[in-house]
């Protein structure tokens, strides 16, 4: 099972004192339950249309991708292709996962991402239907001081304001490396506050957040609408505060899903980076819970 760094290198209402615009009053659409298709990472690989008709079948309806970057295409698919293969399925794919691209693989800069050919992969998502573009992740040798953290928010300021011409909202997509001070302060802080926050919004991972020893409501008060994207994945109850299916773990998702529209919820997505045995049976159970339970 490929681990997140190398997939991705190589596939590349108002509360006290809280004003709530009135957009975000507005309720998130509950029929979609989506899945981000690292899950599904290795069957997606081998067979991608009938990865996803498999998905569809399980009862999911949106998927978030995790490919483009490196190759400019989507699963090995042009655009005009790809949402084919969505459409023949149901499904919608309104976010996808990229790179910063501030890392060089092999020696080269990959294409595709937010500092290479940026302009194509916006064309491209809004040739699929995406409405939100993530960062997934920082890799160790982007990550740097605090003052780096600034500089990453000014790119992302300039990717964002590309998205918006499109009709694109950019991400970010947290980890725990995040919440990890440095100064006295975290990252994720220095981010949130070098960004504008029209421009730059975040896909909460819950279980990163939480396994940072952060809590998502907290994180949702102090920062309401920033949040239109989650990552709903569980964490089992072992010292190791593993992946597990949701509703399997500690996790209290009612809790958080509470605040869907205070914090801005559009779509979320299942995401289970390791499962027991056959993904597709750790996602049937996902959904199961989340059908019956929060939605």
């Known amino acids: 099972m490929t681990s997140r760094r190398s997939f991705l290198k190589s596939t590349t ?5 809280v004003l709530i615009a009135p957009s975000l009053l507005k309720h998130y659409d509950k029929k979609y339950i989506g899945l981000q298709l690292y899950t599904v990472r290795d069957a997606m690989q081998t067979d991608p249309s009938g990865t996803l ?9 949106s998927v978030e991708g995790a490919t483009y970057t490196g190759t ?26 990229y790179r910063l691209g501030e890392e060089k693989v092999n020696g080269e800069s990959q294409k595709g991402t937010i500092l ?13 239907g995406v409405k939100y573009m993530v960062c997934a992740y920082l890799s160790t040798d982007e ?38 001070q440095q100064d006295g302060k975290y990252p994720y802080e220095t981010l949130l506050q070098n960004t504008d926050k029209n421009l730059v919004k975040m896909e909460m991972d819950i279980y990163w957040v939480t396994k940072a020893g952060q809590d998502p409501v907290a994180l949702i008060n102090k920062h309401p ?14 010292a ?17 899903f509470k605040l869907a529209d205070k914090a801005g919820l559009k779509y979320f997505f299942v995401e289970q980076d390791k499962t027991p045995g056959s993904p597709f049976d750790s996602i049937t159970k996902s959904i199961s819970y989340i059908k019956k339970n929060l939605v």
């Open 240 to 256: 190791d505060k593993a992946f597990t299916e949701v509703g399997n773990g500690t996790i209290d998702f009612k809790r958080v």
């Open 13 to 17: 209402l108002a509360s006290a004192g």
């Open 143 to 180: 990550r740097g001081n605090l003052d780096h953290y600034k500089k990453i928010g000014e790119d992302f300021n300039k990717a964002g304001e590309r998205c918006k011409k499109a009709g694109i909202q950019l991400c970010y997509h947290n980890h725990d490396f995040e919440f990890v």
């Open 72 to 97: 400019e295409m989507f699963y090995g698919m042009d655009p005009k292709t790809f949402a084919n293969v969505l459409k023949q399925n149901g499904l919608i794919m309104p976010s996808s996962h």
């Open 225 to 238: 609408g920033r949040f239109p994207l989650w990552h709903v994945k569980d964490m089992d109850n072992t």
């Open 53 to 61: 008709a498999k998905v569809a079948q399980i009862g999911y309806n």
């Open 116 to 128: 290479n050919d940026w302009d194509r992969a916006v064309d491209d998502a809004a040739a699929v």
